[in-house]
């Protein structure tokens, strides 16, 4: 007797030649609908599914595989003589390979314009009941679901090479395809946030050299859907591959970059920004961003959310740096940085939108996930609580650093001035730890600056040495039980104080 072969596929890459190659190992096809007319005009002989079965496709093709006749025959146990003995009594011939995909229920989500009775229509039933059978059922059966499969396949067959191994990795390879589909599925009819199941699905990327540390293994996948404004879209220009490391510090700096309207550029150093600069052009916010920290952006990343032109592109090509983002860069930019050999080029366009998404993190054991902390203030938002009031020049570097403050680790404190970061302090175990930090780093520039704080103040030492090096206000949540007695020191020196009722921890 012949090996069967049943082919139903809605990606239809490579399934007339694959059919073809079957017949010629003396496979016999059973196939359905648009793939049997496919597979026939190709001039494979394939038997209709209604033929093999007795039963008339019904319900506009929505019940056609659905028979003991197909499942009999993928899930009987060829070493089981009971199994075999019934399929013989009920005439059913065993099936040897199931090539299946699925109806494109993800392509028909990202659509424009489409309902939900047409999304509804593209939740596979035979297709995942099919695969998962013969998958069960791979010590005799071989399940295929990926086109990129059939060339090793038929090697395989034709070399003798094709064994038990390979029928089981196959076999992998689809519970993680069923289980991303129905994780989809779940995902849009789920409105609770944090169900009762939390069932996410990832697409690989690319494998890494190696994680933080080169001891580690590590590799990068994309969200199955919505990557738009993130690295998954973006377009290597230049430069050699991404490292774990890199792809963590260049999301920091489009999170980042992400906060601002006006021409910004972003340098980031280990997920921290260590310089950010706004102006009318994007060539003086780099310069800003450049000057706030000279030291640090050496080996950084930098992202700018306007075009590259010569002008910048000559800036950044006098420092060495890991990555440069942008929507876009000029012919003549990357003429100039392209002469760097490992500079990577991200071409990316950014995404402003501050909508929030879930942020997973691992612990041992389990999971945390969260909202994103997309929260806006604005100035109708902000709660004066000093004697003295800031003013207009004032209450723009206050919110400027403000959006700067929510992405440094905490405990974080930004000194700020003229839209410009000029001092940071990130990632300490006291508050006033990282406001020394930050002064030291500003350096005769913290005269006349702002200064931001992610969380209250705990009692009033960071005021006032804040108020020693020359800073002239200070925006904070505030919500501490000793407040006043920061407010007292602000008043001391004659310092503008004020609340926004929020506080921006980074872990």
Request: charge should be negative; hydrophobic fraction near 40%; charged fraction near 25%.
């Amino acid at each position: 007797m012949p090996k069967r072969a049943l082919i139903s596929v809605s990606d239809k890459t490579n399934i007339t030649d694959f059919a073809k190659k079957l017949t010629e190992l003396d496979y016999e096809i059973i196939s359905t609908g648009g793939t049997l007319k496919a597979i026939q005009e190709a001039g494979v002989e394939a038997l209709p599914v209604e033929q093999v079965t007795g039963s008339p496709e019904i319900l506009n093709g929505r019940v056609k595989t659905l028979h003991p006749v197909i499942h009999g025959g993928l899930l009987a146990k060829r070493d089981n003589d009971d199994h075999m003995s019934q399929l013989n009594d009920l005439g059913i011939d065993p099936i040897d390979m199931v090539v299946v995909n699925l109806y494109p229920f993800k392509q028909t989500l990202d659509q424009s314009g489409v309902t939900e009775e047409q999304i509804i229509e593209n939740i596979d039933i035979g297709g995942p009941t099919m695969l998962r059978a013969a998958a069960k059922s791979f010590n005799d059966v071989t399940v295929v679901v990926d086109p990129s499969d059939y060339a090793s396949i038929i090697k395989g067959l034709t070399e003798g090479t094709f064994d038990h191994s390979s029928r089981k990795k196959l076999a992998a390879k689809v519970f993680r395809h069923t289980a991303q589909y129905d994780a989809l599925i779940a995902d849009y009819f789920t409105d609770d946030p944090f169900p009762e199941n939390y069932t996410v699905t990832y697409e690989k990327v690319q494998t890494l050299r190696y994680g933080e540390n080169p001891h580690q293994q590590a590799a990068f996948y994309k969200n199955s859907r919505n990557t738009a404004g993130s690295l998954a879209s973006a377009n290597q220009l230049h430069g050699k591959e991404l490292s774990y490391n890199n792809i963590q510090d260049a999301n920091a700096a489009l999170e980042i970059i992400g906060e601002y309207e006006e021409p910004a550029a972003v340098a980031v150093k280990h997920m921290n920004p260590c310089g950010i600069g706004l102006a009318d052009t994007l060539n003086d916010a780099f310069t800003r961003a450049y000057k706030a920290d000279p030291i640090s952006i050496f080996g950084g990343i930098v992202a700018c959310n306007r075009t590259i032109d010569t002008d910048v592109a000559n800036q950044l090509s006098e420092i060495f740096l890991e990555i440069v983002i942008a929507p876009e860069f000029t012919k003549e930019a990357l003429d100039i940085l392209t002469k760097k050999k490992n500079i990577r080029l991200l071409e990316l366009e950014m995404d402003n939108n501050r909508s929030s998404y879930h942020k997973l993190t691992t612990v041992k054991g389990g999971a945390l996930i969260q909202d994103s902390d997309q929260a806006q203030i604005t100035q109708d938002n902000l709660t004066i609580a000093t004697e003295k009031a800031p003013t207009s020049a004032e209450i723009a570097d206050l919110l400027f650093a403000w959006k700067a403050v929510r992405h440094v680790k905490s405990n974080a404190i930004v000194l700020a001035k003229d839209l410009q970061t000029v001092g940071i302090g990130a990632g300490q175990m006291n508050r006033i730890g990282a406001a020394e930090i930050a002064i030291k780093q500003a350096d005769d520039k913290a005269e006349g600056s702002v200064l931001a704080s992610d969380a209250f103040f705990p009692m009033p030492d960071t005021v006032e040495a804040a108020a020693k090096a020359g800073v002239k206000a200070i925006i904070q949540p505030g919500g501490s039980k000793r407040d006043q007695d920061s407010v007292d020191m602000c008043n001391k020196y004659g310092i503008a104080m004020v609340y926004t009722g929020m506080r921006h921890f980074k872990h």
